[in-house]
């Protein structure tokens, strides 16, 4: 007999697989420095460390147009320490990319190796429980709103 306890674990077990599986196809691509060939769209104070945001000029003239990223969009995130309201030194790198309709994130140290003990799910967590629509993206409005030059 199952029961709903059963029925629950099953379900979960199947998610972290189905994480762990989009986690291991993003780690086959590297965080090369092509993403600062896009703009930095938005610069956030967050807590301890200070955030940078990059996009491709292609997904914002995408957003701007359709009103949602494409498919494959990436932003790419690079965390510095908040040394008294100045950038210290870089402490991550965070990628998140469209898959269809889904967001996957992957986290890097400093030198661009992926971070194996940081937890990309608490990142896609927080970005799908907090976001309605199908960009789980919380500067979206940065976005729609940047001035291409």
Same mark, same amino acid.
């Given at each position: 007999?199952?029961?709903?306890?059963? *029925?629950?674990?099953?379900?979960?077990? *199947?998610?972290?697989?189905?994480?762990?599986?989009?986690?291991?196809?993003? *780690?086959?691509?590297?965080?090369?420095?092509?993403?600062?060939?896009?703009?930095?769209?938005?610069?956030?104070?967050?807590?301890?460390?200070?955030?940078?945001?990059?996009?491709?000029?292609?997904?914002?003239?995408? *957003?701007?147009?359709?009103?949602?990223?494409?498919?494959?969009?990436?932003?790419?995130?690079?965390?510095?320490?908040?040394?008294?309201?100045?950038?210290?030194?870089?402490?991550? %790198?965070?990628?998140?990319?469209?898959?269809?309709?889904?967001?996957?994130?992957?986290? %890097?140290?400093?030198?661009?190796?992926?971070?194996?003990?940081?937890?990309?799910?608490?990142?896609?967590?927080?970005?799908?429980?907090?976001?309605?629509?199908?960009?789980?993206?919380?500067?979206?409005?940065?976005?729609?709103?940047?001035?291409?030059?």
């Amino acid at each position: 007999m199952k029961t709903k306890s059963n *029925l629950a674990f099953k379900k979960a077990k *199947l998610i972290s697989l189905a994480l762990a599986i989009s986690f291991v196809s993003l *780690l086959a691509q590297d965080l090369s420095d092509d993403y600062k060939q896009g703009v930095m769209y938005y610069s956030k104070f967050r807590g301890g460390v200070i955030e940078d945001m990059y996009i491709s000029k292609d997904d914002i003239v995408a *957003l701007q147009r359709d009103g949602i990223l494409p498919n494959d969009a990436k932003i790419v995130v690079e965390e510095y320490f908040n040394e008294n309201g100045k950038k210290g030194s870089l402490n991550r %790198y965070i990628a998140m990319q469209k898959r269809g309709k889904a967001w996957e994130f992957v986290p %890097y140290n400093a030198d661009k190796s992926v971070n194996l003990s940081d937890n990309p799910a608490r990142c896609k967590e927080c970005h799908t429980s907090s976001i309605s629509g199908e960009d789980k993206v919380f500067s979206i409005d940065k976005i729609k709103a940047y001035k291409l030059k």
